[in-house]
């Protein structure tokens, strides 16, 4: 009879009773089968999809140990350790609860389980990388407004987390742990994308690719689900998901082409750290088993994030570099404001940072009303003199790090406003139409026998792929200027959105 039952040998899995489990439904496993004889002591270890194990020693004779397992194996390992004497029972009886029957418990020696707690030391030193770049970035996407910062802290605390049931501390049960699982890698997916294009706002891709990348993006979405939810229902073969994971890799190692050839700045660490990535998860095709490249992926993945971290240092240096236009040799002449190509130059810098920070961009334009008749009334000397006093005021309303006051174009300034939405914007130009009524600069040619300033306003936020540009920002300000003269001047007008006509009823 005990020859009927058959012998586990130490290191594979037990031979159970098939089942068809889920983690909507879970099925109760039953085994039955014998241990060798070994010098070193044998454990029953299970995977995390497995709950509830008890495990029953049978003979010889009337011999009924039962056994209930817990989680103090390495690992928080649930299992239990069979008495010495174990190879000379009958069999061993195993029932456990699993939501799947594709991971069944194991049989295992004491250097083995050893081995398993080694291995958990790798993902601990990667758990606390991952951990520490999205604190990191974290902190910094607040301080430098970088999106791409806040879509890489989140890709970076979603790689950690997908850590944490590889390091032995807690031992979540399936009900948890497989959900979580297909969140934090789908988050890993999402965060990857908006990273992409939050580093590189200026990316031109096409629809047809863009529909395709997010396409590949929805199917390893809903095979990652599926394989954590359904489990032995799930029948899609392992090696079309894994050539899914594969062709997602090689799509942002394509993106990453594009940036490269499109010199974009942070263009090649991106490249290189996609491209790493995408050998990585090549590896997932050849079968590891517990040899080293295992953990291939894992390493490549660590690699990658590095590199897109010098990505994200890149890009926010060349940002720098372009708000340096405005060094004092920028500077015009008479009003010590920035002057029109230092302007042009810190405008674009402004667009592109608001495009990849998705927020509104803000920008005032002021025109001195009749300055030419003041200029015959009392001369150049007293008009430069106005220009000076007037420039003041604006570059005391441009009050922060990122704000640009400069002069335009003769008796024209412009400031720029980032972050800054249309209302905000409005308050800045009301508050500077009032500053220069308290200068009370005499003018005759005015009504009020006093000059005044003309003041348009717009705010736009930039879009990825959107039509709108830094040119549209002065061009709509320049028109809401020109809508203030008309009205009478001294006054300020703001952009507003052209809505649509109500229909007659």
Known sequence: MADEVPLAPAGAPVPAEPATATLLRPATLHAAFRVP?????????TPWYVRDLTVTVVGPGARRDTLTANADLPGHMLGVRLPADASQADRIELTATTVSTAAPPYLLTGDQLAEIGWRSSPYAAFFGLFLALALVH???????????????AGLAAAQA?????????????????QPLHALLQSAVYVCTTGFTFALFPELRVTRRALRAVYAVIGM???????????????????????????????????????????????????????????????????????SLL??????????????????????????????AALAA????????????PAFDAALGAAWNRAARASSPLAA?????????????????????????????????????????AARYAGDKFVLMLPDTDLPGARYVAEAILERVGFLAIAHPAQ???????SIGVTALTPRHGGTATAADLVRRADAALYVAKTMGRNRVITDEPVLAAPALR
């Not at 004889?37 to 270890?45: M, P, Q, T, W």
């Not at 970088?146 to 879509?151: F, K």
């Not at 987390?161 to 742990?177: K, N, Q, T, Y």
């Not at 082409?257 to 990585?280: D, E, M």
């Open 294 to 323: 295992s953990f291939a992926p894992l390493v490549s993945g660590a690699a990658e994030m590095l590199l897109f971290a010098l990505a994200i240092a890149a890009s926010l240096r060349h940002d720098a570099r372009e708000r």
């Open 138 to 152: 974290a902190i910094v996407a607040p301080l430098l407004r970088s999106r791409a910062a806040a879509w890489y």
């Open 37 to 45: 004889r070994l010098d070193s002591a044998l454990y029953v270890g």
């Open 329 to 340: 040799d920028d500077r015009d002449g008479l009003t010590g404001v920035a002057n029109r």
């Open 447 to 453: 009504p009020t026998k006093r000059l005044g300033v």
């Open 220 to 290: 390893n979405v809903a095979a990652v689900a599926g394989g954590d939810v359904l489990q032995d229902l799930w029948t899609v073969p392992d090696l079309f998901t894994q050539m899914l994971l594969v062709a997602l890799s090689l799509a942002f190692t394509a993106l990453g082409v594009a940036a490269v050839r499109a010199q974009l700045a942070g263009a090649r660490y991106y490249l290189a750290g996609t491209a790493l990535a995408a050998l990585g998860t090549l590896t997932i095709l050849v079968p590891a088993g517990g």
């Open 161 to 177: 987390g997908l850590l944490l049931p590889w390091l032995g501390v807690v031992r979540p049960p399936p009900e948890i742990s």
């Open 364 to 404: 005032i334009l002021v025109d001195l009303d009749r300055f030419h008749a003041y200029n015959e009334a009392y001369g150049h000397l007293a008009g430069d003199d106005v220009l000076r006093r007037i420039a003041r005021v604006i570059a005391a309303a441009a009050s922060r790090r990122d704000d640009v």
